[in-house]
């Protein structure tokens, strides 16, 4: 089954923050969320990398065929 990452909460200092496709972050508009070797990285809609975040996760939403899941 293909899933691909809606959001996901990471911790940074005392706040647990919410990075998602379609808000924007560092200025630009999130498209895209790869998650590769334990690192997200955030795309803009021209596929350029907006930033990695490698902080801790506290939980992360896919998006699967026919519905939406939490893990």
């Not at 899933?3 to 999130?30: C, D, H, L, P």
């Not at 939980?59 to 939490?70: A, F």
């Amino acid at each position: 089954m293909e899933r691909e990452i809606k959001s996901f909460e990471v911790v940074s200092g005392a706040v647990v923050n919410t990075i998602s496709i379609g808000r924007e972050f560092g200025g630009e508009v999130v498209e895209d969320i790869i998650l590769h070797d334990g690192v997200f990285k955030l795309f803009n809609r021209k596929d350029e990398l907006i930033t990695e975040i490698n902080l801790p996760v506290v939980g992360v939403k896919y998006e699967y065929k026919g519905g939406e899941l939490s893990a």
